[in-house]
């Protein structure tokens, strides 16, 4: 597996101070703000809040009567300069109409009037069941002269490039694509898309469009040369419903006329997961049951229908490998189908997945990776969703009675012989021949870096794990057992975890000895 490095660039920005004789309102240009209506519910509406060169902005729902910029400001509720709005506790069925204002040093002004009716018992009068969304029904896009409202029906092929690089398709009903290339922040990731308004430029920067790698593709049309990429425009995320919102006012170029189009989508996002605490809509997909010393159960949560793909990996392995969730359950997941339960049990052979052998040691920490796929017409197309990622730590093994007499009667250049006697309560035996240099190393702190809070936890959970070059397993005593294939003139430890009839396991480390 190829390691993926990134490129951290430091960007150092002069501050100059200006010196002149202007006044602070003739270094700022006027405000401007403007309102788009997003969606309405039994007893809550929605809309997006585009702002410019505002230090401050409200929004007041009135009686449509002559209102002042001041009014707003002044009596309203305060917002910020872009982003989705939800205001909530409104009674069903009922007419509101909504206003923004916004300020600066040069002055105040006023929005457009929004017109939002709730909705009403059985109202439907807008995208109705969207294939991904929340089947927000009383949806209903603003008349804007020279933009064409667009109906997006969902959306896939969301991945990750890097925690911060999120790059997605919203569909349309007709067919045609809009691919979006967004750029947001480190801390995502490679999980969720934060909140925000984003707009396109070239310098990657949080918040941003790439308008490169982000165009619109009509129907059978590809996405290498055939599309159109957006000159203009911005996106609006938040959550609404416990789904993602996204409103967006786009405009390309095609055959050298420009267009203008606007859309909103309220469901799950192909490859990215709702923040926790916002996902009110969706049930929490892996559910822990119980963990133990060698094994752990879940469960996973999708409805009879839904496929989805899982991994379970050591948390040390996934680290190395720099991945993301994404690409790893799309690459090593398992693909099954509806509510399922595992018990994950360290050697035997999982009961839905022929052949797949499950490995689990203790004090160990490991990742349960999982996503709904949208699985149709007999093939795989996306991540549907989130990926979600649950942590779980195994126990320590209880400590144990038992003990091993470990004698050897002699050293060659390649190979050793000893007796291994079994005292009372012993069931088993684990010996591992570890290079004393190497062993002298996760003492002096490895097994901290690995993740254990000792030495013997660490040994304990090692040394099962080893292949059969370096451990042996023994279920009764031994006498002139003869091990080889050592390296000549090398100094090894031998190392015994014992584990009694009761499960509890001991460390036993012998004196080093040095091979011929």
């Known amino acids: 597996m190829k390691n993926l490095f990134r490129l951290f660039i430091a960007t150092i920005v002069a501050v100059i101070p200006l010196v002149g004789c202007e006044t602070p309102s003739d270094k700022v240009a006027a405000p401007t703000i403007e309102i788009v209506a997003v969606a309405t519910t039994e007893n809550s509406l929605s809309f997006a809040v585009t702002a410019t060169d505002a230090s401050e902005c409200a929004y007041m729902l009135y009686d449509g009567d002559i209102i002042t910029a001041e009014a707003v400001l002044s009596g309203g509720t305060a917002i910020e300069a872009s982003g989705v709005v939800e205001v909530k506790n409104l009674k069903a069925n009922t007419t509101y109409y909504v206003v923004a204002a916004a300020r600066n040093a040069k002055g105040e002004v006023l929005s457009n009037t929004l017109t939002m009716k709730t909705k009403g018992n059985g109202g439907n009068n807008g995208n109705g069941d969207n294939g991904g969304g929340n089947n927000d029904d009383n949806f209903e896009l603003p008349d804007i002269e020279g933009v064409e409202n667009i109906v997006i029906t969902k959306t896939k092929d969301g991945r990750w490039y890097e925690p911060y690089n999120y790059y997605v398709t919203f569909v349309r009903d007709n067919g045609d694509r809009i691919i979006l290339d967004f750029y947001t922040l480190d ?14 430029a070239t310098n990657y920067a949080p918040y941003t469009i790439h308008p490169e790698t982000s165009g619109y593709i009509p129907a059978g049309k590809s996405a290498d040369g055939e599309g159109y990429h957006f000159t203009d425009g911005y996106v609006s995320v938040d959550v609404v419903n416990g789904y993602y919102a996204i409103y967006m ?16 989508y309220n469901g799950i996002l192909s490859g990215a997961s709702v923040p926790e605490g916002d996902d009110n809509g969706s049930e929490e997909l892996i559910e822990v049951l119980e963990v133990g010393t060698t094994s752990f159960s879940f469960r996973i949560n999708a409805e009879a229908d839904q496929y989805w793909r899982c991994s379970v990996v050591d948390k040390r392995t996934y680290d190395q490998t720099q991945s993301n969730p994404g690409a790893w359950v799309v690459t090593y997941g398992f693909m099954l189908q509806g509510p399922l339960t595992f018990n994950w049990e360290d050697g035997k052979i999982c009961e839905y997945v022929p052949g797949l052998q499950m490995s689990v040691t203790s004090s160990t920490d490991y990742l349960i990776i999982a996503a709904l796929m949208d699985y149709s017409e007999g093939q795989e197309n996306s991540l549907l969703g989130g990926v979600e990622v649950v942590q779980v730590r195994t126990n320590a093994e209880a400590e144990g009675t038992g003990n091993v007499d470990m004698t050897i009667k002699e050293v060659g250049a390649n190979e050793i012989t000893f007796d291994c006697i079994f005292g009372d309560d012993v069931w088993c035996c684990y010996v591992a021949m570890m290079e004393t240099a190497n062993l002298q190393e996760i003492k002096d702190g490895k097994y901290a870096m690995a993740g254990y809070d000792s030495y013997e936890e660490c040994m304990l959970s090692l040394v099962p794990g080893l292949s059969h070059d370096f451990m042996r397993q023994f279920l009764e005593s031994q006498y002139d057992y003869k091990w080889d294939g050592l390296k000549y003139s090398t100094s090894y430890t031998p190392c015994i975890k014992v584990v009694d009839m009761n499960n509890g396991a001991k460390l036993i480390e012998l004196e080093p000895f040095t091979t011929k």
């Not at 006012?249 to 909103?264: A, D, F, H, R």
């Open 249 to 264: 006012m786009l405009t390309y170029e095609e055959e050298g006329v420009s267009k203008s189009i606007q859309g909103y």
């Open 187 to 200: 801390e995502t990731m490679s999980q969720y898309f934060p909140y925000g308004q984003y707009t396109f």
